[in-house]
């Protein structure tokens, strides 16, 4: 489990959108994430980070 999230993690740093769907799958949050990343990359990384960790 805690492997998982550290996987999920690196992914995030590396590439935020793959990271998003991995753990949400397509919808807003994906959405959201894409632009981020495009415009904004770090904001994108905070996103897929925020997203992965709040539970």
Same mark, same amino acid.
């Given at each position: %489990? $805690? %492997?998982?999230?550290?996987? *999920? #993690?690196? $992914?995030?740093?590396?590439? !935020? !959108? &793959?990271? &998003?769907?991995? @753990?949400?799958? &397509?919808? @807003?949050?994906?959405?959201?994430? $894409?632009?981020?990343? $495009?415009?904004?990359? #770090?904001?994108?990384?905070? *996103?897929? /980070?925020? /997203? #992965?960790?709040?539970?």
């Amino acid at each position: %489990m $805690i %492997m998982n999230k550290l996987l *999920h #993690i690196i $992914i995030a740093l590396l590439l !935020p !959108p &793959v990271a &998003v769907f991995l @753990k949400s799958g &397509v919808g @807003k949050d994906l959405l959201i994430n $894409i632009i981020l990343c $495009i415009f904004f990359y #770090i904001p994108g990384i905070l *996103h897929a /980070l925020w /997203l #992965i960790t709040k539970e």
